[in-house]
């Protein structure tokens, strides 16, 4: 309950602030949040396979990399650091955060034009007032070298409509989508694929620590209960994050209270799914 309601207040605080989501090289860039210290914590093996998929230096093709994994195990988080480390590379750059929730809002209709259109801060004023709008969008990206990030894709067609404005753009141009789900990305014919797993445990305290104590390290009394609250959390960022925040400034019998109660819950869920798993055998 408390990681869904993290989930959606993240969105509405992001959507509702920053109505524009695409960023042209020459603007200043407010798709990217600060916190980096916070937020890059085990990023470096990802951004370096990462990097390894997208092969900055070939300008033979436009590469699509579909990233996935868990909710909450960082692929925004990779995402922005990809976009960060990258992006000067590109003549236009492009971050689309939260594809799913757009295409909810808005319908699928036309939508990678008016995404365009919309977004493309200066030109697009004109361009949509134009009745040649997709033409002139279009000719803004033939031939260009662009980097295009679209990050929470949860249906075929957003892929399929990403694949669409790919071909606008020209070689050594990079595409990366991000995804909970792998099938989406092999349905439609993505290769360059990487799964984002969980923290190794050193990774899962460091970040913890961050969010529990605003410190490197915590008192010898609390390391033994943080390494309880970082299993609990799965290891998992957004988990380690709401988790560490809601136990922060607590006291060691709080935390014990509220870990023990976690717990209960692990061992009560496990043994639904266990019951659930007998009945559909029988």
């Known amino acids: ?19 524009s989501s695409f960023n042209v090289s020459n603007e200043k860039d407010k798709s990217l949040p600060g ?28 590469r699509i990399v579909g990233i996935w994994g868990v909710g909450g195990v960082g692929k925004l ?13 590109f003549h236009i750059h492009v971050f689309l955060e939260n594809i799913g929730k757009i295409y909810k809002d808005r319908g699928p209709s036309g939508l990678h034009e008016e995404l365009l259109w919309n977004n493309i801060q200066r030109e697009a004023l004109g361009v949509r007032s134009s009745k040649n709008g997709f033409d002139v969008t279009k000719a803004r990206f033939r031939n260009r070298k662009v980097l295009l990030i679209v990050d929470g894709v949860d249906k075929n067609e957003q892929i399929e409509d990403v694949q669409k404005v790919a071909t606008w753009f020209g070689s050594g141009s990079r595409v ?48 033994r209960l943080s390494v309880r609250a970082v299993q609990l959390a799965g290891r ?31 061992v009560k869920d496990k043994a639904e799914v266990a019951e659930a798993s007998t009945d559909l055998r029988r």
Request: aromatic residues 10%; neutral net charge.
């Open 176 to 223: 990366m989508v991000t995804t909970r789900d792998e099938k989406f990305l092999v349905a439609n014919g993505l290769t360059h694929l990487y799964e984002v797993k969980c923290l190794r445990v050193h990774e899962a305290l460091q970040l913890f620590y961050q969010f529990a104590f605003n410190e490197p390290a915590p008192s010898t009394s609390f390391k």
């Open 35 to 62: 916190n980096t210290a916070f937020n890059c914590v085990g990023m470096e093996c990802h951004l370096k396979a990462v990097s390894g998929l997208m092969e900055l230096q070939s300008e033979n093709e436009v």
């Open 77 to 89: 988080t990779l995402a922005r650091c990809v976009y960060k480390e990258t992006m000067q590379y």
């Open 1 to 19: 309950m408390v990681l869904s309601k993290y989930e959606r207040s993240s969105d509405e605080n992001t959507l509702g602030t920053e109505k």
């Open 236 to 266: 998992i960022p957004l988990s380690l994050k709401v988790l560490g925040s809601f136990l922060c400034g607590k006291s060691g019998h709080e935390w014990e209270r509220v870990l023990q109660k976690l717990e209960s819950q692990r």
